[in-house]
């Protein structure tokens, strides 16, 4: 059973950068696809990126001059780096497992981790 | 506002059927797979849908997902209290080159 957990910081101050990790268990990381995505409490889904094992990225526009996604094969994890970040930036951040290209769905997510930015 | 249009609420009994939409163009749903998510309340999306029309192994056939031209459309038939959650879609737009989702529908069964 393919599982996945998001795990860092729950407050970040604005202005700083906001890091996540997601590990995934009962698969290998070279297997796929692997995507970030947030929702702003209340509000629907916002896709973040993917990352390929190869190290191969692709970012959502709006978010791409502040957004780092890179994968680490020997722990079976990927991370995000958001940085500059701002009350907006208040979310649940959930990981998924993705299928890439034109396909673009995620099977199996993590159960979500709420970061707030607030001083 | 999101690049998927879906309605904001819908609403039915137990045990009618339901539509929901999800509207468009050409750049995502007129030439990428569509998909469905289920997201009870407090929890994570789960997958009800992928490319167009297909369910994962555990999802029950009374979900359904169809596509015509720029716009899709998930059914659920045997509506159960059980199904009242919010459902998006999800795609691929290739002039964005990045996924999107519509902004969501919050179902009723009432």
């Known amino acids: 059973q393919v599982q996945l957990q998001e795990s860092g910081p729950g407050l970040v101050k604005p202005s700083e950068t906001l890091s996540l990790t997601c590990t995934v268990s009962g698969d290998s990381i070279r297997s796929s696809y692997w995507s970030w995505i947030r929702q702003p409490p209340g509000k629907g889904l916002e896709w973040i990126g993917y990352i390929y094992y190869t190290g191969s990225t692709n970012y959502n526009p709006s978010l791409k001059s502040r957004v780092t996604i890179s994968i680490d094969t020997s722990k079976n994890q990927f991370s995000l780096e958001l940085s500059s970040v701002t009350a907006a930036d208040t979310a649940v951040y959930y990981c998924?497992?993705?299928?890439?290209?034109?396909?673009?769905?995620?099977?199996?997510w993590g159960q979500g981790t709420l970061v707030t930015v607030s001083s | 506002q999101s690049v998927l249009t879906q309605p904001p609420s819908v609403s039915a009994a137990p045990g009618q059927k339901v539509t929901i939409s999800c509207s468009g163009s050409?750049?995502?749903?007129?030439?990428?797979?569509v998909s469905w998510y289920q997201q009870l309340p407090g929890t994570a999306p789960k997958l009800l849908i992928h490319?167009?029309?297909k369910r994962p192994s555990g999802i029950p056939d009374r979900f359904s997902g169809s596509k015509s031209g720029t716009s899709a459309t998930l059914g659920i038939t045997g509506l159960q209290t059980g199904d009242e959650a919010d459902y998006y879609c999800?795609?691929?737009?290739?002039?964005?080159?990045?996924?999107?989702f519509g902004g969501g529908t919050k179902l009723t069964v009432l």
């Open positions: 999800g795609t691929w737009d290739s002039r964005l080159s990045a996924g999107v």
């Open positions: 490319e167009d029309n």
């Open positions: 050409s750049s995502n749903i007129g030439n990428n797979y």
């Open positions: 998924a497992r993705w299928a890439g290209g034109g396909y673009s769905y995620g099977d199996y």
